[in-house]
């Protein structure tokens, strides 16, 4: 509910926002702060020194790019993070494992399940904790349906970006429909934290698998309607096409990953090279682009779109054969269902244990990265031997995209930036954590 | 208005108060500052996509530009990084200028209670509606939209202050 | 083509380069190897470059901070140093993963890995934004997600949390007397 601003009698605080942060709103740097990130002429003013964002239509959030130009074309790109540092990391320090989930949906705002996936499964590594095979096909189905909740507002907002206004409105449209199936799911719209450690929250709703069906059959035509806008469409190819290029050597250099790094030919998909939550069971190709520009990008995230959906049609087939629980009945690390603590006293008291002090794991470390939408999302996790991660640690995909801009830019005109960025799908909430 | 029109027919005139009428302007095309920081953004575009239509409220333009817009809302936790950045926006944005803190992180923090998130965006620029919510969905920002927009119609002009800011 | 067949990382090390391993850890199923914080650039050109390893993606370089608020400095229980750090690697060709791990003290500075991947730069920044710790050589370690001028390493583990006391209605006449509202 909204509710009107009640501010209090105002405190009188010293003038200027500066003081009251602690901060300066201009810029005391120097242009010698610079020397050897840009060329020598900027430096004595040949070139020219262009600030993009961190508030810009076309940044994709709150990415500020320092450009330097000579004349239209980019001499060398200098992005600037940390305008949406959270601090996620540090505050899971302070939480138990459960109760993280709900911090690391708000990563990667748009793929909020795969930063549940791939925390859960970190704990689940950690403690050797089973997940049941119900569970894993939900969890497939859920991440694909983010997959392709992802690709949606990428594909919408880079359109927009490079000036096809509709696409942003179809792509909405078929958004919403997922949105409301998660909502099924989880009660939220976008955070779900449907995806717990040992499964997933609760089972699929009664209303749920129609509804999905319903979905899988209207919207690969959707998709075809969206190419038939872009694909062939000539002004699409020719601001696309040749632009941003990544050689295959140089996207390993840079680390890259996901439809980045397949774009420019390089065979590494997660969920085919080291498969999770039975994603070996399922039949689906991985696109590969050839010339690694922004086209190839374009190209392999539709691609991935349909493989999506072949995807869920055998998970729904799955679910009908699977028997299992929808989450793992350890009840040192998943608290029993409610209609148990009536009758048990044992379920009170794992109940009790689990939502106050949490369960331990060991002192050691793991790593698991799973394929997110945008690339390889790994999360480092060090327990304590305690009920709290000594530290977490999140590779997220867009901190090493956004690293790569300066490289992926430089010699493009100036309109070709926006394409870059939209192709390399950033999502500053991922990269800033 | 509706009642003086009713009475003076199809005469094609209409009179009003000033107030009602600029107030009546100024609601009904209040565009707001394209400007997203986090989760929320998404939510506000989806707002402003197809199912939601926040142009049926006369807001489908959204400005780049601080200059020409009316309303800022404020999409997404803010931090220590990014608040000169808001500062100075609010500060470019003509008078009358109205903020929405949306969501639970730009108005009071939200889960994020640490080092690096500013405990409400109200620390550095007055808010006027605030709007709760995880991210709110977006029947709810659009009701915080309508309630400013009474705040707004309930303005009156002899109360604005010339100097400055609002 | 022929691929060479996959050697074990561990024995490769010691006849390759002996005296370079310090130790090995495995826990569930995942390998690590720990080389002093000097040898890292080394041991990890090795294991990019050999036949048989040939581990080219790097997948992550992650820091934890072993400080334990209750022992204080200078416990690190049967850590040699403060800060772990820990390379992730994989494999594009074998498809396997591995780590490397090093423990540094505070004043210790770990060569870069930028010379190798270029996708190291801004890891290594995170790491010396977050932890403090120093890379040798570097090309532009400054800060990368907190502002310029922040002081202190937020991920250390004696970095306080700067937790703010939740408004609630009994309290909020106490709060509201000291929070920094900002007055047009």
Redesign the interface.
Known sequence: ?????K??A????PTG??N??G???TWE?SLEDLR??VSDRAITGETMLLNLG????STH??LRLLLELDGEEIISCLPD???????????I??KTYEKAV??TD?MD??APMSNNMVFSMAVE??T?LDVPERAQVIRVICLELTRLNSHL?WLG?HAMDLGAMSV??YC??E??YI?DLFEKLGGQ???TSYIRPGGVWRDLTEDFLPALEKFLGYFPGRIDDYEKLLTDNPIWIDRTQGIGVVEPEEA?????SGPCLRGSG?N?DIRK??PYSGYENYEFNVPLGEHGDVYDRYIIRVQEMRESVKIIHQGIKKLASTSGHFRSSNRKFVPPPRAELGRSMEAVIHHFKLWTEGFSVPD????V?IESPRG?I?C?L?GTGGNKP??V?F?TPS??H???LG?LTSGHMLADLVGIVGSIDCV??DS?? | MGVISSKLGDLGVVTTTLDTAVNWARTGAMWPL??????C???M??TQ???YDLSRFGMELNR?SPRQSDLIIVA??V???????I???YDQMAAPRYVIAMGDCASCGG???????VQGV???I???????G??P?PE?LI??IL?LHE?VKGERLKEWVVEGAR | MHIPDALAPAATFEEHLPGVLKGTHE??E?L?LIVDPADIERAIHFLRDTRGLIY?????I?????FDSVKGYGDYGDRPARFGV?Y?LYS?LY?R?I?VKTFVDEDVAIPTLTTL???????ER?IFD?MGIHFDGH??LR???????WEGH??R?D?P??YETVMFSFNADEI??H?????E
């Open positions: 509910m909204a509710t009107t601003s501010r209090p105002a405190l009188e605080i926002t500066e009251a942060l901060q300066a709103q740097g050897g990130l961190p508030h810009h239509p959030g709150v993070i940390g305008f949406l540092h959270t601090g996620i990391e540090k505050n320090e302070s709900t911090l708000r705002y748009l590594k950690l050797g507002v907002t942003f409105l909405f449209r958004r919403e949105l719209r976008m955070m390993i250099a840079l680390a890259l390089v590494y090279a080291m050691e470390e793991v790593y990265a390889e790994g480092y060090h000594r530290r640690h590779k901190f090493i956004i690293s790569a490289k500053l909430g800033d954590r | 394209l400007f997203g920081l986090a989760c953004a998404i939510e575009m989806s996509a197809g199912d780049a997404g936790r931090s220590r990084k990014m608040s000169p950045v500062r100075q926006l889960v994020y209670n640490n080092y690096a998130i109200d620390e550095i007055p808010v006027d509606v605030y709007v709760a995880c991210p969905r709810q009701q915080g309630t705040l | 826990f569930r995942e690590t080219n993606y790097l997948s992550d992650s820091a934890v901070d072993y820990s992730h594009l498809n993963r780590r991947w270029e996708g190291a730069n801004w890891l995170e977050m090309p532009n800060r990368v997600l907190m502002p310029a001028d937020p991920q583990r970095y949390l700067g509201n007397k929070k920094p509202y900002v007055k």
